[in-house]
């Protein structure tokens, strides 16, 4: 039934232009999508509302946007290129390449990428009669080997053999905050406790692609490293833990998909790591990572680079290294995650419709204006005027394409707030005889007002910021 849901969202997301698979004209190109006209909407009103809650709402916290190529070795010093990697297996039958973990995962036994080899064989070793391969279902495997996630280019490198020494398209954005820290606190006037923030993309050559955008290898990450003083890296922890619960509520996620993961493995330099896991279709699964972080990124570019990254504390004269929390999510996992949260049928027979109950501020398009027939100019062109007037304002489309019902249900599936329509008596007056009155008809409750063209924007105002 899940998987079901699934599919039709996926299907969605081709018909009405949300998501499309990648270089489909060549027969695809596994683990990246590309974003359709309704799809950008929804992801850049998805950046918007996450660089609102951060850098628009915190006084402290400023925004960044670094490069997604950086000296190799910065990924020397965070440890990306040599632990950067996913425990990997190859199906002897099928040639299917599987995460071990995920593997481990499914037989029910808990295990993440972190675990170092020795765990992930010994579990593997231990489990290995139960472990059948996703794709052709026999249990015949390789070895487990490490696999490193980062992308490599030849950026700069003119050699035959720039392999020996490659550039790295950025595994994550973060890096690229840890290493601007210095500039920031030079020339923003910022003091400790103070964040960047970052969104941007990022690559990983993920083993499996198997959950649409879920994993993809070229992703968007929006990232958030808050510097602190040591002592109170906990209690910081503890106020962003529960910001980033409360942001999901507010957007009106159901608490009930959404909930805590505690890692058990951590990297050695963590202090607690938490995820929250939202309810995809396919079970709970990682949307944004928490994380207390200590010292360990500073402290690396400090050792490797050269540069002392340690903080002077202007009022009391203390120098020490500060201690960072992460705030971590995925555009494009905010993306299913809403999608999975708004996607509702309702009705039935005639009656059925399928309507993306988005909120407001992510809503792709905010008012859909109709004329009632597309052949009678006088409709058309006071539907015109009354779209031109509104999209100054708000995100609007104008539909003119087959009956109103029909217009409606589109709307409906693209999560279109309200649909105003022009009719006979907009122009010659309805009933009460009043002119220039259209109807509007609110998504979520199906119901139709009459209200004047002059008050339209008040209107709709009143409604799409609440
Ligand atoms: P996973 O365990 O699912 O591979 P991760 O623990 O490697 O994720 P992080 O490195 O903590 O993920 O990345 C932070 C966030 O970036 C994740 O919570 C997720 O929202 C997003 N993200 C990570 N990898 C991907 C990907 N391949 N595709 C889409 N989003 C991703």
Same mark, same amino acid.
């Given at each position: 039934?899940?998987?079901?849901?699934?599919?039709?969202?996926?299907?969605?997301?081709?018909?009405?232009?949300?998501?499309?698979?990648?270089?489909?004209?060549?027969?695809?190109?596994?683990?990246?999508?590309?974003?359709?006209?309704?799809?950008?909407?929804?992801?850049?009103?998805?950046?918007?509302?996450?660089?609102?809650?951060?850098?628009?709402?915190?006084?402290?916290?400023?925004?960044?946007?670094?490069?997604?190529?950086?000296?190799?070795?910065?990924?020397?010093?965070?440890?990306?290129?040599?632990?950067?990697?996913?425990?990997?297996?190859?199906?002897?039958?099928?040639?299917?390449?599987?995460?071990?973990?995920?593997?481990?995962?499914?037989?029910?036994?808990?295990?993440?990428?972190?675990?170092?080899?020795?765990?992930?064989?010994?579990?593997?070793?231990?489990?290995?009669?139960?472990?059948?391969?996703?794709?052709?279902?026999?249990?015949?495997?390789?070895?487990?080997?490490?696999?490193?996630?980062?992308?490599?280019?030849?950026?700069?490198?003119?050699?035959?053999?720039?392999?020996?020494?490659?550039?790295? +398209?950025? &595994?994550?954005? #973060?890096? =690229?905050? /840890?290493?601007?820290?210095?500039?920031?606190?030079? @020339?923003?006037?910022?003091?400790?406790?103070?964040?960047?923030?970052?969104?941007?993309?990022?690559?990983?050559?993920?083993?499996?692609?198997?959950?649409?955008?879920?994993?993809?290898?070229?992703?968007?990450?929006?990232?958030?490293?808050?510097?602190?003083?040591?002592?109170?890296?906990?209690?910081?922890?503890?106020?962003?833990?529960?910001?980033?619960?409360?942001?999901?509520?507010?957007?009106?996620?159901?608490?009930?998909?959404?909930?805590?993961?505690?890692?058990?493995?951590?990297?050695?330099?963590?202090?607690?790591?938490?995820?929250?896991?939202?309810?995809?279709?396919?079970?709970?699964?990682? +949307?944004? &990572?928490?994380? #207390?972080? =200590?010292? /360990?990124?500073?402290?690396?570019?400090?050792?490797? @680079?050269?540069?002392?990254?340690?903080?002077?504390?202007?009022?009391?004269?203390?120098?020490?290294?500060?201690?960072?929390?992460?705030?971590?999510?995925?555009?494009?996992?905010?993306?299913?995650?809403?999608?999975?949260?708004?996607?509702?049928?309702?009705?039935?027979?005639?009656?059925?419709?399928?309507?993306?109950?988005?909120?407001?501020?992510?809503?792709?398009?905010?008012?859909?204006?109709?004329?009632?027939?597309?052949?009678?100019?006088?409709?058309?062109?006071?539907?015109?005027?009354?779209?031109?007037?509104?999209?100054?304002?708000?995100?609007?489309?104008?539909?003119?394409?087959?009956?109103?019902?029909?217009?409606?249900?589109?709307?409906?599936?693209?999560?279109?707030?309200?649909?105003?329509?022009?009719?006979?008596?907009?122009?010659?007056?309805?009933?009460?005889?009043?002119?220039?009155?259209?109807?509007?008809?609110?998504?979520?409750?199906?119901?139709?007002?009459?209200?004047?063209?002059?008050?339209?924007?008040?209107?709709?105002?009143?409604?799409?910021?609440?």
């Amino acid at each position: 039934m899940e998987q079901d849901k699934m599919q039709k969202i996926v299907a969605l997301c081709k018909r009405r232009g949300f998501v499309f698979p990648s270089s489909e004209l060549y027969g695809g190109f596994a683990a990246v999508y590309d974003y359709g006209p309704y799809g950008v909407e929804l992801a850049k009103n998805i950046r918007n509302t996450w660089w609102k809650a951060m850098v628009q709402d915190n006084e402290n916290i400023v925004g960044l946007d670094s490069s997604i190529f950086m000296h190799p070795k910065i990924w020397e010093a965070s440890g990306h290129t040599s632990g950067f990697s996913d425990p990997l297996t190859e199906c002897k039958e099928c040639h299917a390449r599987s995460r071990v973990d995920h593997l481990l995962e499914s037989v029910g036994v808990a295990a993440d990428e972190k675990m170092s080899a020795e765990e992930i064989d010994d579990l593997f070793a231990k489990n290995a009669d139960k472990l059948k391969c996703p794709n052709c279902g026999k249990n015949n495997f390789t070895e487990v080997k490490k696999f490193n996630q980062l992308v490599q280019s030849n950026l700069g490198n003119f050699t035959d053999d720039w392999a020996k020494e490659p550039t790295y +398209l950025r &595994g994550e954005t #973060a890096q =690229g905050i /840890y290493v601007n820290f210095k500039n920031v606190l030079d @020339s923003a006037r910022v003091r400790i406790p103070f964040g960047i923030a970052q969104i941007g993309k990022a690559f990983r050559n993920e083993i499996t692609a198997r959950q649409f955008i879920f994993r993809k290898r070229e992703f968007e990450q929006m990232e958030m490293q808050y510097f602190v003083k040591p002592e109170e890296m906990m209690s910081v922890y503890d106020e962003w833990k529960e910001k980033r619960w409360q942001y999901y509520l507010d957007l009106g996620f159901k608490e009930e998909n959404l909930r805590w993961h505690k890692h058990e493995n951590l990297v050695f330099y963590a202090k607690e790591a938490y995820d929250i896991e939202y309810n995809f279709p396919f079970g709970f699964k990682e +949307l944004e &990572g928490v994380h #207390a972080r =200590g010292d /360990y990124d500073l402290t690396s570019h400090s050792k490797a @680079s050269g540069v002392d990254l340690s903080y002077m504390d202007p009022n009391t004269n203390e120098k020490y290294m500060p201690n960072i929390v992460e705030t971590s999510v995925g555009v494009d996992r905010t993306f299913l995650a809403v999608l999975t949260e708004s996607y509702t049928e309702e009705g039935s027979d005639e009656q059925a419709r399928v309507v993306l109950k988005l909120p407001y501020q992510l809503a792709p398009i905010k008012v859909a204006v109709f004329p009632l027939l597309r052949n009678k100019p006088a409709l058309v062109e006071k539907a015109h005027e009354v779209f031109t007037a509104l999209k100054k304002e708000f995100m609007c489309e104008f539909d003119d394409n087959g009956n109103v019902g029909k217009r409606y249900r589109r709307q409906d599936e693209i999560g279109t707030l309200f649909c105003v329509t022009i009719d006979f008596d907009t122009l010659e007056g309805g009933e009460d005889g009043a002119k220039d009155t259209v109807t509007v008809r609110n998504r979520d409750t199906m119901k139709q007002e009459r209200v004047a063209i002059g008050e339209l924007q008040a209107y709709l105002n009143d409604r799409l910021t609440k």
